[in-house]
């Protein structure tokens, strides 16, 4: 059975029994404490812990998962993958154990015809309800097994629903493990499909399992998930997910890159198979808008990447092998994930430049490693430091398994096992700096949901209104509700009805005020969302006291939310235009859109040309100038998609969703507030672009009256320059070119006849040499001269002393400070003098030091008053010098 079909038979099955469909949510997710999408529960997390109310009781998906927790186990195992399709049914409070069981073992054995006797299940330890379930659908209690808390209980890892679960395996005979069911070999036993019940309220805990159960839930939801990869091996009778048909194009690719199969064991296989997931992880990766970073998703991103890299140079792959296998995954899954499709010139462009990036870097790790190397064998030790290897993974992305290599082909060791713990350090520090931001988050979310679980959600007026009439429902202080708000809080506050838009899309979240009826003042200075739909105005209040149930008016910062629409209608025509003049591939990667002012970054391999940038800036111009319609309408999801609306890489959109058109050029979803008419964007200037990661760009831009300052500021600053030029504005350009030449001309000359000068006063000076010892000895005290100038003189003066040993010692008075220069001839240095000795006794009198190696040095002072002092000293160091010889 091709992987198509089972996703239909998946689809099909689950919803021809009541359950919705529902489309994939992006791996990037939008929620604080995830980096990736990790399960195919992540969307319908708000369902579950109550914050939203479901629109349907049933659902199903198959979602795109990223987990890297098991990367070291990819083609060590059959199973693992760090990319994977989830297949999964939920209940919302509607059935429970027994449909999910009923469910999963109709559909196994006769949607997918496992055989019955080769499914074992695994259940909590002390779940005796669900063992009696599978033993009432036909499982024998021999094929049974009960695990603990680690294996078949879940959370969500915070306070909400947790519950035990229950696992369904497949045996795949001897040849893959020992005998004995899943709780003896997991790769024999394969876990196919989890699922999850929903059934009890868990308390505050760090560890899992160390929480307390607070009770039973009233409503009993289910979470299941099937996946997809280790199904498609057990039906396509294949040994691992990568000769699977999901999988199997791109490890042939690797094997023609190769030049040669895989071996069925051994480290080469890992190697073949690495290479051949890992592409898959990233083509998805950058497809869904991550893109290669150093931190976060990003350096998930370019940690895969590298990774396959690295064992392609392991297998003898010395040319590019990401863009071929990120290609093979968009022909062979394109269609079932067309945003494959509709993103391959930027997968191309990205994998490309991070190869070609990460050849340089392994490059100049093995130059390191090399030169570390040969310290290791000069100090006479057979082991390389940890702290080298640490320093070349950490800093310079050189992978540990390469330093051993070279380690061992040198005949040396690596101290294993300080690497070791100094990356635990390193993780140690991360994980807490990250338990720190995720402990606030949390508990910041707690307080919304308490607030969220009693208060219908917020009513946003802000469309259509810039005023409304509206209730405190809520106040929150240092992170807890509150009744009262004196003078001089900073509080966040919960309103029934707002007219101001929280932070969404990259608009910045409005800010005005508040008055109640019984006299308070309260400045809202920002506005977000603590829960999909629930606004929280962050506020102080400036008069009176602030009430929970208070009447008033809240009021948005006109003139500022206008500057936010004309921003936001030109960063939809930006987006449009650069698409338009770069490729599809420059898509929109992130925004801020501030009053009057945007930052818009994109996807693009390369800097923008100044001609590019001016047509960008001239097209966005007259698309405003045209005065296109601006208009929102909303539709489902798929009605917006077939109607060409751009989605956004990162942003979570319902299945209804609002769509914003400019004129006929621009369609994309966006909850933001627009002008009425693409003129009232104003004047548009682009400010400049630079590099904010690898393959992103990002512009800035000023709109409305913002441009029209800066372009006032540019010509006053030009009339400016015209009247020193005393020329016309429009010729000040052409007469200042003029003047430049004309300068760069005179200075040419200048420094021709300087040059000739300084030669005809070291032929002077060199006349004046004076006999000392066996040798020839200038010292003279010179005036108007640069340090530049001093160095050279003194070597001009040496060259022409050709008579045996000489030394020349020039001084000089500029801007306050003494300078003295050396030069020894080449006679004395071979003999082990250095210019500098010459000069160390002299630089002390005048305050400083010396410098400079071999036969030319300088020196210079605070105390110029000593110059002449210094000079004697020197001198006596010259005839002594030249009197020993």
Sequence with gaps: MRSTQIRQTFTDFFTSRGHQPVPSSPLVPDDPTLLLANAGMNQFKPYFLGETAPPFPRATSIQKCARTSDIDNVGRTNRHATFFEMMGNFSFGDYFKEDAIAFAWELLTQGYGLEKDKLWITVFEDDDEAEHLWRRIGVPASRIQRLGMEDNYWSMGVPGPCGPCSEVNYDRGPAFGKEGGPAVDGERYVEIWNLVFMQFQRGEGDRKGDFPILGELANKSIDTGLGLDRLAAILQEVPNVCTTDLLLPTFHTVQELAGREAPGEGEEKVSFQVVTEHARSAAFLIADGVLPAKDGRGYV??????????????????????????????????????????????????????????????????????????????????????????????????????????????????????????????????????????????????????????????????????????????????????????????????????????????????????????????????????????????????????????????????????????????????????????????????????????????????????????????????????????????????????????????????????????????????????????????????????????????????TGHSALTHADAERRLLSEVAGLLATRPADAPETLRKRLEALATAQDQLSRLRTKELRHQAEGLAGQARPAGRGQLVVQRISGVSPAELRSLTSDILQRLQRGPAVVILGAERGGKALLAAAISSGLHQEGTEASHLLNRAARTIGGGSGGQGALASAGGRHPEALDQALAAAAAEASLLMSNR
């Design 301 to 702: 991103l370019r940690r895969l990447m590298r990774r396959a890299i690295q064992h392609a140079r392991l297998l003898g792959i010395d040319g590019p092998v990401l863009p071929a296998t990120t290609a093979s995954v968009i022909g062979n899954l394109g269609t079932v994930w067309p945003e494959l499709t509709a993103q391959a010139a930027l997968i191309e462009q990205v994998v490309t430049a991070e190869e070609e990036s990460f050849t340089r870097t392994l490059s100049q790790g093995t130059r390191l490693l090399n030169a570390a190397i040969s310290r290791t064998r000069d100090s006479r030790s057979a082991t390389l430091p940890g702290e080298t290897a640490f320093e070349l993974a950490d800093t310079y992305g050189f992978p540990l398994e390469l330093t051993v290599e070279a380690a061992q082909e040198a005949g040396l060791t690596v101290d294993a096992d300080r690497f070791a713990a100094l990356l635990d350090e390193q993780r140690k520090r991360a994980k807490t700096g990250g338990k720190a931001k995720t402990a606030e988050a949390l508990r910041r979310m707690d307080t919304y949901r308490e607030l969220a679980s009693a208060l219908p959600r917020t009513e946003f007026l802000g469309y259509e209104h810039l005023t409304a009439e509206t209730t405190v429902n809520g106040i929150i202080s240092s992170g807890a509700t509150v009744a009262t708000a004196t003078a001089g809080s900073d509080v966040e506050v919960v309103l029934d009805r707002s007219p101001f838009y929280a932070e969404a899309g990259g608009q910045i979240g409005d800010t005005g005020t508040l008055r109640t009826a019984g006299g308070a003042l309260v400045r809202v200075t920002d506005t977000r969302y603590g829960l999909e739909g629930f606004h929280v105005h962050t506020a102080r209040v400036l008069e009176g006291e602030l009430h929970t149930g208070d009447n008033g008016e809240a009021a948005v910062d006109a003139e500022r939310r206008a500057g936010l629409m004309r921003s936001h209608s030109a960063t939809h025509i930006l987006h449009a235009v650069v698409m338009a003049t770069l490729g599809d591939h420059a898509r929109q990667q992130g925004s801020l859109v501030e009053p009057d002012r945007l930052r818009f970054d994109f996807a693009h391999f390369s800097a923008l040309t100044q001609d590019q940038l001016a047509a960008i800036e001239t097209a966005v111009n007259r698309h405003v100038l045209d005065d296109p319609g601006v208009r929102a309408w909303h539709a489902d999801r798929a009605e917006a998609e077939a109607a060409g609306a751009i989605a956004l890489f990162g942003e979570k959109y319902g299945d209804t969703v609002r769509i914003v058109d400019i004129g006929d050029f621009s369609r994309e979803l966006c909850g933001g507030t627009h002008v009425a008419h693409g003129s009232q964007v104003g004047a548009f200037r682009l400010l400049g672009q630079s590099s904010v990661g690898s393959n992103l760009r990002r512009v800035e831009a000023i």
